[in-house]
């Protein structure tokens, strides 16, 4: 795009801008960067399809504890909502992830239900994440939308959270409940060690806080919601200081490890959402995939990633608390001088400001990852059937 018509672009879309308040936003990122999609991108010569999984932006906090001084104050949108610094952030986001992934695109830029998916977990705050995400994907070209500012409407699909397998994983699973209570009545030798070292912090918590604190999971929740107030800029209690973040911050990432704690457990967490991926990548390969996409986006919650990650042993080299708007991506490469000619590759953003994301090794899996050793590598959390394997009673 020449200056001249960058410029006249701008001005005719910053006198419509108010239309809607999150073009407000978008306006100011987006045009800046549309020229983007015309450079020529890492990898977009062998790339065939991505499949992305990605945390929401910052939100408000989602509880409180009884003695919280914040616990009154009004949070814009609700308790758990979406942050204006969230929904930019989810748009910085998806600008990122435009650099890399634009050549999967339809040839015109505009959304295509025959080209792409985006599935969200049923909270509001992932839903509105997407919405910001793709926004900063995939911004209209010039002249190609009718509407006044750069940004094109795409569907975001979610299905109930008690129907959700894949991101908000709370579709009931009587084996894998019962394993769990089991884990937190009857702690493991590690877990029951933690707790006993930190028998005196948790009574200190306790005491402050006027919530009994007897586990790292009410540790966790304590941990997200003094996170949360001090990401908004909110003045914690002076009995934080030495306590927040530095000793909490090992226990809670300890409990989000709970949820994928053995092989089971990883199966029910990890496996629906990595089975996906393996299956539509298979698909695409055998020209079976209908429709025929190339993208696939799933926005959910920091545990959908450390589930996923934990369960497929690649945690250590990600985000043991993944950061807001962080991003696990699946790659399909068609490489024709490798061995098995179809490549699986994995990438990870630490946040929304990466542009280039690190590289995963795949585990039992290395690099070139080849589509059939990859599922051989995660044959252990694929199933068939999830009632089945969750043991739930069949309702008549």
């Known amino acids: 795009m020449s200056i001249a018509k960058q410029s ?39 790339i065939r399809m991505a499949a992305i999984l990605f945390r929401h932006g910052e939100k408000n ?16 949108g609700g308790l758990g909502a979406l942050t204006m610094k969230g929904s ?6 998806g600008q990122n992830l435009r650099l890399r992934y634009h050549a999967l695109l339809s040839k015109d830029g505009m959304y295509s239900q025959e080209n792409m998916f985006v599935r969200s977990s049923y909270a509001e705050r992932c839903i509105m994440s997407a919405q910001a995400m793709l926004a900063g994907f995939m911004p209209p070209t010039e002249g190609a939308s009718i509407l006044p500012l750069p940004w094109q409407p795409v569907p975001v699909t979610s ?21 769990l209570e089991e884990i937190y009545s009857k702690p493991p030798p590690d877990l029951e060690e933690l707790n006993v070292e930190n028998a005196e912090l948790y009574h200190i918590l306790s005491e402050f806080t006027g919530k009994p604190i007897k586990s790292v999971l009410d540790v966790e929740f304590l941990y997200n919601t003094l996170k949360a107030e001090e990401d908004m800029g909110m003045e914690l209690p002076e009995w934080t200081k030495g306590i927040y ?3 909490l911050l090992p226990l809670a990432e300890r409990s989000y490890t709970v949820f994928t704690d053995n092989d089971y457990m990883k199966q029910i967490r990890g496996g629906a959402f990595v089975g996906e991926v393996y299956n539509n990548m298979a698909s695409k390969v055998n020209k079976t995939l209908k429709p025929n996409r190339n993208l696939f986006f799933y926005s959910g919650h920091d545990v959908t990633l450390v589930n ?25 490469h068609e490489v024709l001088d490798s061995p098995e000619q179809y490549e699986v590759r ?18 039992k899996c290395p690099a070139p990852c080849g589509l059939e050793s990859f599922k051989n590598s995660v044959s ?17």
């Open 159 to 179: 299905v109930p959270r008690l129907d959700d397998t894949l991101i908000a994983q709370k579709k009931p699973c009587l084996k894998y409940e019962t394993m």
């Open 308 to 332: 996923v990650m934990n369960s497929m042993g690649i945690l250590n080299q990600t985000s043991t608390l993944p950061d807001f708007t962080s991003a696990l991506v699946f790659e399909l």
């Open 346 to 363: 994995v990438v990870y953003y630490q946040d929304s400001t990466v542009e280039n994301p690190s590289t995963v090794d795949i585990l």
């Open 88 to 93: 930019l952030q989810a748009l910085n986001l």
């Open 245 to 247: 973040p530095e000793r």
């Open 8 to 46: 006249k672009f701008e001005k005719r879309c910053a006198t419509k801008i108010t239309v809607i308040v999150l073009a407000g936003v978008i306006f100011a990122v987006l045009t800046s960067y549309i020229a983007f999609g015309q450079k020529q991108t890492l990898h977009e010569s062998t």
């Open 61 to 76: 906090p989602t509880s409180f504890y009884p003695n919280d001084p914040h616990a009154k104050r009004e949070w814009t």
């Open 380 to 396: 252990h959390l694929l199933f068939d059937d999830y009632d089945k394997i969750c043991e739930n009673t069949k309702q008549c």
